[in-house]
């Protein structure tokens, strides 16, 4: 089963808004990541965020951890077509002696030219 | 880039055939991961390999078996294929901490098997 679940699972947006996802997940985290994927391609690392951790900036990207909630967020800024895919969130877990990710479902963001 | 290939790209086989999928992984990494991903669906974890030996499995059957070589090369393995095992699968490498869990992974392009 599926650990994460994700919200929204479809987002459409005009290019130069912002677009938040959110994620949640059932059980104690080593880490949290974020991933893109295009048209069913392979998967692209987007931020990894520890469980010690309550904000990480990459670019575009800001990802926030609330442990208590269990959840987190991505929020990409200013955004552009090219954008548009399939956002992942993607759990480690904290019993794991293994590198096992539990994904959501994924948001599928559609930016508007 | 990742670093991660795949091949082949594409497969098709047909009910109750065997297959077998390739990685090669990112220098350095001595853990390789492989995912199942069905249509419209996240990633469900396989099994992992860490140094050589099967180190975690998910929800899967017998019949994906998997190897990984010195070379951090791995192979998946899927014998008697139902229709069910059509998706897109993914392997990915990554450094396994010695103190548990992951760093970054990375995933490579993913090869899509389509089973008749």
């Known amino acids: 089963s599926q650990q994460g679940e994700e919200d929204p699972q479809a987002l459409s947006i005009q290019e130069g808004e912002n677009a938040t996802m959110n994620c949640s997940y059932k059980?104690?985290?080593?880490?949290l990541q974020w991933y893109r994927q295009n048209s069913g391609r392979g998967l692209v690392h987007l931020i990894l965020?520890?469980?010690?951790?309550r904000e990480k900036h990459s670019g575009r990207l800001r990802v926030t951890l609330d442990t208590s909630k269990k959840s987190s967020s991505l929020l990409i800024t200013a955004s552009r077509a090219a954008d548009t895919a399939s956002y992942f969130c993607?759990?480690?877990?904290?019993?794991?002696?293994?590198?096992?990710?539990?994904f959501g479902q994924g948001t599928t963001l559609q930016v508007k030219p | 880039e990742t670093g991660v290939t795949q091949s082949p790209t594409h497969l098709i086989k047909t009910r109750g055939q065997q297959v077998t999928l390739r990685c090669s992984s990112q220098?350095?990494?001595?853990?390789v991961s492989w995912y199942q991903q069905a249509l419209g669906q996240g990633p469900q974890f396989i099994f992992q390999?860490?140094?050589?030996?099967?180190?975690g499995r998910g929800n899967f059957p017998p019949r994906f078996s998997g190897l990984q070589f010195p070379n951090y090369s791995s192979e998946l393995n899927v014998n008697a294929l139902e229709l069910d095992d059509s998706a897109l699968y993914l392997c990915?490498?990554?450094?396994?901490?010695?103190?548990?869990?992951?760093?970054?992974?990375?995933f490579g392009p993913g090869t899509r098997l389509t089973v008749l």
């Open positions: 220098s350095g990494h001595n853990t």
């Open positions: 059980t104690s985290i080593n880490n």
């Open positions: 990915a490498s990554s450094s396994l901490w010695t103190s548990g869990g992951t760093d970054t992974q990375y």
């Open positions: 993607a759990a480690n877990h904290g019993s794991s002696n293994t590198g096992k990710l539990i």
């Open positions: 965020i520890r469980s010690n951790e």
């Open positions: 390999y860490y140094r050589e030996e099967e180190n």
